[in-house]
C-alpha cells in the first residue's frame, strides 16, 4: 500500500503575519483574499502592512457569504481565475477557511490560511465542512493536502470574543475522547497510531492552560496560557486529523451534536464545541465513567461550557428527542465504534448527565 500524509506548516504568534512574504514569495505575487466580514476588519490591515513593499499584492478580495457551498466555492474560483490570482488566502472562522479552500482547490491554487478565531482546526485541516444554501449539512469536501501554511496570529485571537476560543476547547477535547474510544481495541497501522497519541495534545495541555487562555483572552493579551490553548484548538486538533483514518476522528460526542441541531432553534442558540463538549460527558457514561464523567463535568463548568440540556435550552423528555436519539445512533460518526449503543443507553446517559453532579 502506497499512501501519503501532507501537515500543515504553520506560525503562531502576534507577529505571525510577519512570515507572510518570505514563505508565499516562491508562489507567485498576486492574493485573492477571502473572508469574513468581521474577520477582515480584524486582520486585513494588519496582513497588508506585511506585504507592503514586497512583491505580493491583494488583487481582489471578496466576503465568502453566509454559508460555505459548492456554488460559492464556484464563483470565487471563477473570479480567482478572472483576476489572475496566483494563491488564495482564507482569512476568519471555519466557513470563511473552508470556502477559501474549497475555492483553492477548484481554481487549482496554492491556499493559505489566517484564523482570526480559535474556534475550529479548520485552518490546518485538508477538508471542508459544506453546506447547502438553507444551511443544513451537504458534505464533506476533502483534498490531497491541507494549506500550504498557515499563519496564527495570536493577537487577533486574543483580540475576538471569547465564546469562540471557549467552543474550539469544547471541540478539541472531543477529538481526545472520541478518538481513544473509536479506536479501543483495533491494531492501528503507524499512521493512525501516531493521530491518536497526538490527541492527548488536545486534552492534557488544555487541564492546565484553559481557564488562564480564557482569562487572558478576556482581557485581549496573547499570553503563554492562550498560544497553548490555541495550538491544541487549531494544531493538534488538525494533525489528529490528518492522520488518522476518518473512523477514528468521531464518535458519539459529535453524534449527540448532530442530533441535537434536528431541534428547533437548538444550532442558533449553542456553539458547535461546547455541544461537542456536552457530548463528551454523554460518551463516557454511555461507557461507565461515571467518575471521570464528574470530573470533567466541573471541568466544563469552570470554563462556563453549558453541561446540560436545560442549560441549552432543550428538553430532556424522551419524546422530544425522539428524532434525536435515532440520528444519534444512526449517524456516521457511530458507524465505527467498539460495541452497539442504542437509544435508550444514549438516552440514559443525558438523563444522567443532567442529575450529574461534577
Do not use: W
Not at 460555505?68 to 472562522?93: Q, V
Not at 473552508?98 to 482570526?116: I, N, R
Not at 428547533?264 to 460518551?283: C, T
Not at 432543550?314 to 457511530?334: F, N
Amino acid at each position: 500500500m502506497v499512501y501519503s500524509v501532507n501537515f500543515a506548516n504553520y506560525t503562531i504568534g502576534e507577529t505571525a503575519y510577519e512570515a507572510v512574504a518570505e514563505v508565499c514569495r516562491p508562489f507567485g505575487k498576486r492574493i485573492f483574499l477571502i473572508g469574513g466580514k468581521l474577520a477582515m476588519q480584524a486582520g486585513k490591515e494588519k496582513l497588508e502592512s506585511q506585504i507592503k513593499g514586497s512583491e505580493l499584492s491583494i488583487v481582489r478580495e471578496e466576503v465568502f457569504g453566509e454559508e460555505c457551498t459548492y456554488a460559492r466555492m464556484d464563483e470565487l474560483a471563477e473570479e480567482a481565475k478572472a483576476s489572475e490570482a496566483d494563491m488564495i488566502f482564507g482569512m476568519g472562522g471555519g466557513k470563511a477557511l473552508d470556502t477559501a479552500k474549497g475555492t483553492a482547490e477548484k481554481a487549482g491554487l496554492p491556499v493559505f490560511t489566517f484564523p482570526t478565531i480559535a474556534a475550529t482546526c479548520a485552518a490546518t485541516t485538508a477538508l471542508s465542512v459544506v453546506y447547502r444554501e438553507d444551511g443544513n449539512f451537504d458534505s464533506f469536501y476533502f483534498f490531497e493536502k491541507p494549506a500550504r501554511h498557515s499563519f496564527i496570529d495570536t493577537q487577533i485571537i486574543a483580540e475576538a470574543p471569547e465564546k469562540y476560543l471557549r467552543a474550539g476547547m469544547g471541540d478539541t477535547l472531543g477529538k481526545y475522547f472520541e478518538c481513544h474510544f473509536a479506536a479501543r481495541g483495533d491494531r492501528l497501522e503507524h499512521s493512525s497510531a501516531l493521530g491518536r497519541e497526538i490527541s492527548n495534545m488536545c486534552y492534557f495541555p488544555l487541564l492546565e492552560y484553559a481557564e488562564a487562555a480564557l482569562e487572558e483572552c478576556r482581557h485581549k493579551k496573547a499570553g503563554k496560557a492562550l498560544e497553548q490553548a490555541v495550538l491544541a484548538n487549531i494544531v493538534s486538533t488538525g494533525l489528529v486529523s490528518l492522520l488518522v483514518l476518518d473512523q477514528y476522528n468521531c464518535a458519539v460526542a459529535h453524534s449527540v451534536y448532530y442530533g441535537l441541531v434536528l431541534l428547533d432553534g437548538f444550532e442558533e442558540e449553542n456553539l458547535h464545541g461546547d455541544v461537542v463538549a456536552y457530548g463528551v460527558l454523554v460518551q463516557l457514561l454511555v461507557d461507565g465513567e461515571e467518575e471521570k464523567a464528574k470530573e470533567m463535568k466541573t471541568f466544563l463548568k469552570n470554563l462556563k461550557i453549558r453541561t446540560t440540556l436545560k442549560e441549552m435550552g432543550a428538553s430532556v423528555k424522551r419524546e422530544t428527542l425522539r428524532e434525536v436519539l435515532h440520528e444519534i445512533v444512526t449517524g456516521p460518526d457511530m458507524e465505527h465504534i467498539p460495541y452497539e449503543i442504542t437509544e435508550d443507553m444514549v438516552y440514559d446517559a443525558m438523563v444522567k448527565v443532567e442529575e450529574l453532579v461534577g
